[in-house]
T-cell receptor, first 116, second 115 residues
């Protein structure tokens, strides 16, 4: 099955700095890669996603890049703010259609702390 | 849009009792819902995939007779933890999508504590 590795496990930055979180996946059939932000005691919130037919996607201060050849994708947060502090999870989907589409395998998570 | 509501947010029950958790898609019809379990400071582990009108598909190692899943309508799926034990204490999170190509959205989870 799919295996997703995420690094680093913890990341501490100063407000205004950039933060980068990296993930690798094992299944070359995976074609959908979302990123989720999880605050304490809450469910994950989708912040950005990318499909395998695109190499980069940006939404304001957040961007995601995908390298299909190397099977890795990264989350970039610029101009970080204290409210960006949370646990971030990457994920990869298994399969390309049918009832299994959208079945996500998650990375281990990154605890991001943004110091004011 | 794409709001998933999960209830209750917290529940405490005694060992041996059963607990039902509801997951509702509020503004869309969910063809598929997924149930995850999360231990403290760990990632989300998929328990089962639930398709409306059919039996749930459980991941390896998840006891289907212990974690009963029902997806009777396009907006509601339930997870029942039967004969709960302290080791079942965890954070259970549901997710839903409206179609095969739409993003997956999560509920806010249910913190289950079995005493």
């Amino acid at each position: 099955g799919e295996n997703v590795e995420q690094h680093p496990s913890t990341l501490s930055v100063q407000e205004g700095d950039s933060a980068v979180i990296k993930c690798t996946y094992s299944d070359s059939a995976s074609n959908y890669f979302p990123w989720y932000k999880q605050e304490l005691g809450k469910g994950p919130q989708l912040i950005i996603d990318i499909r395998s037919n695109v190499g980069e996607k940006k939404d304001q201060r957040i961007a995601v890049t995908l390298n299909k050849t190397a099977k890795h994708f990264s989350l970039h947060i610029t101009e970080t703010q204290p409210e960006d502090s949370a646990v971030y999870f990457c994920a990869a989907s298994i399969g390309t259609g049918g009832t299994s589409y959208g079945k996500l395998t998650f990375g281990q998570g990154t605890i991001l702390t943004v110091h004011p | 849009g794409a709001v998933v509501s999960q209830h209750p947010s917290r529940v405490i029950c005694k060992s041996g009792t059963s607990v039902k958790i509801e997951c509702r898609s509020l503004d869309f019809q969910a063809t598929t819902m997924f149930w995850y379990r999360q231990f403290p400071k760990q990632s989300l582990m998929l328990m089962a995939t639930s398709n409306e009108g059919s039996k749930a598909t459980y991941e390896q190692g998840v006891e289907k007779d212990k974690f009963l899943i029902n997806h009777a309508s396009l907006t509601l799926s339930t997870l029942t933890v039967t004969s709960a034990h302290p080791e079942d204490s965890s954070f259970y999170i549901c997710s839903a999508r409206s179609s095969y190509n739409s993003p997956l959205h999560f509920g806010n989870g249910t913190r289950l504590t079995v005493t």
